[in-house]
């Protein structure tokens, strides 16, 4: 397991995070997500651990703030060093009834910090994100609401999820001018067979020393390697229908899986390993959360690390999966060819 510093930062993170939405139960539209028991979450976290992982990513929303009790229990049941991990969660989603039971307002903010330290029982959150936008409340009111939690010891860091470019960009320019704390890691998606982020989003972040969190490497199980060009059912969520997310371009995952599958067998390994080393061969990428509800899966997403790609690899890989054109980006290039390093 390596372990690199998250954005501009001196604090190291595994390359590989437990992310434990798969902890407890719940019904709705994430019921085909969640499902293990306290056993199965010390089980999945003592795994991690063993090999090397030091970073864990939750959310007060995950199964209703289930899965932040469930990680804390795990943690205290395993006897581990509280100060020997990197515990993420984040705040945003809807917790309550009323009218101010979300959103990234100082009130919510406030009780939701409180709230999450309850149930991880732990004094502090070294990570402390938004889980997306909130456009009726000003920046300046959420970043400050963030930096009085830092002053206040309760926070080490903070970060961003789920935030179009400008968002971002504009909240690193608010911390810099009001003296604030600033987000030091973008917590989004990103996978070969969904390269979108390439387009706005990585160049802000290499630009401005953000570090990248991945969440849903695998494209929703998509990249699992459950699924062919024949057999678009499957075994996952997915293909019973009961989950059908993150959107995908299904013709050029397909593309993508074509060039996987021969290649994993050459090196003894998976489909699945094989996308989340090439997310962990990428320059922007932090780390990749990985969640499971099996232990067979998380062994096999364990795996990931020992990949290795030639050069023509990668360069066959990026070929099948890259972004198709699109403006500004064409013209920028066409533009830039007598300004290069």
């Given at each position: 397991?390596?372990?690199?510093?998250?954005?501009?930062?001196g604090?190291?993170?595994?390359?590989?995070?437990?992310?434990?939405?798969?902890?407890?139960r719940?019904?709705?539209?994430?019921?085909?997500?969640?499902?293990?028991?306290?056993a199965?979450?010390?089980?999945?976290l003592?795994?991690?651990?063993?090999?090397?992982?030091?970073?864990?990513?939750?959310?007060?929303?995950?199964?209703?703030?289930?899965?932040?009790?469930?990680?804390?229990?795990?943690?205290?049941?395993?006897?581990v060093?509280?100060?020997?991990?990197?515990?993420?969660?984040?705040?945003?989603?809807?917790m309550?009834?009323?009218?101010?039971d979300?959103?990234?307002?100082?009130?919510?903010?406030?009780?939701?910090?409180?709230?999450?330290?309850?149930?991880l029982?732990?004094?502090?959150?070294?990570?402390y994100?938004?889980?997306?936008?909130?456009?009726l409340?000003?920046?300046?009111?959420?970043?400050?609401?963030?930096?009085?939690?830092v002053?206040?010891?309760?926070?080490?860091?903070?970060?961003?999820?789920?935030?179009?470019?400008?968002?971002?960009?504009?909240?690193?320019?608010?911390?810099?001018y009001?003296?604030?704390?600033?987000?030091?890691?973008?917590?989004?998606?990103?996978?070969?067979?969904?390269?979108?982020?390439?387009r706005?989003?990585?160049?802000?972040?290499?630009?401005?020393?953000?570090?990248?969190?991945?969440?849903?490497?695998?494209?929703?199980?998509?990249?699992?390697g459950?699924?062919?060009?024949?057999?678009?059912?499957?075994?996952?969520?997915?293909?019973?229908?009961?989950?059908d997310?993150?959107?995908?371009n299904?013709d050029?995952?397909?593309n993508?899986?074509?060039?996987?599958?021969?290649?994993?067998?050459?090196?003894?390994?998976?489909?699945?390993?094989?996308?989340?080393?090439?997310?962990?061969?990428?320059?922007?990428?932090?780390?990749?959360?990985?969640?499971?509800k099996?232990?067979?899966?998380?062994d096999?997403?364990?795996?990931?690390?020992?990949?290795?790609?030639?050069?023509?690899?990668?360069?066959?890989?990026?070929?099948?999966?890259?972004?198709?054109?699109?403006?500004p980006?064409?013209m920028?290039?066409?533009?830039?060819?007598?300004?290069?390093k």
């Amino acid at each position: 397991m390596k372990y690199n510093l998250l954005g501009n930062t001196g604090l190291k993170v595994s390359e590989l995070c437990l992310g434990t939405m798969t902890f407890g139960r719940q019904g709705g539209r994430f019921a085909a997500i969640n499902g293990v028991d306290q056993a199965g979450a010390d089980a999945l976290l003592k795994r991690s651990l063993d090999a090397g992982v030091n970073f864990i990513d939750t959310a007060n929303v995950y199964t209703e703030g289930q899965s932040e009790e469930m990680t804390g229990q795990a943690i205290r049941n395993l006897g581990v060093s509280r100060d020997d991990l990197v515990l993420a969660t984040k705040v945003r989603g809807k917790m309550g009834d009323g009218p101010n039971d979300s959103g990234l307002t100082r009130k919510h903010i406030m009780q939701q910090a409180e709230a999450s330290l309850k149930r991880l029982g732990t004094d502090y959150l070294d990570l402390y994100q938004i889980h997306s936008y909130d456009p009726l409340t000003p920046l300046q009111e959420t970043l400050r609401a963030l930096d009085d939690l830092v002053r206040q010891g309760k926070v080490r860091y903070i970060g961003a999820s789920n935030v179009a470019a400008w968002q971002l960009m504009k909240a690193l320019d608010i911390s810099h001018y009001q003296h604030l704390e600033r987000f030091v890691s973008l917590q989004a998606y990103y996978t070969i067979a969904g390269r979108d982020l390439e387009r706005e989003l990585v160049p802000l972040l290499l630009d401005q020393q953000v570090g990248l969190m991945v969440w849903s490497p695998l494209a929703g199980g998509f990249l699992s390697g459950k699924y062919t060009r024949e057999n678009q059912q499957g075994e996952g969520r997915r293909g019973s229908g009961s989950f059908d997310f993150p959107p995908v371009n299904k013709d050029l995952a397909f593309n993508v899986l074509d060039k996987l599958r021969p290649l994993a067998e050459a090196k003894g390994s998976t489909v699945a390993a094989l996308a989340l080393a090439w997310l962990l061969h990428q320059p922007v990428v932090s780390t990749v959360i990985i969640g499971a509800k099996k232990m067979n899966q998380l062994d096999d997403n364990l795996t990931a690390v020992d990949v290795q790609f030639t050069p023509d690899e990668l360069k066959e890989l990026d070929e099948v999966s890259q972004l198709a054109p699109e403006y500004p980006g064409w013209m920028l290039q066409f533009t830039g060819g007598d300004r290069q390093k």
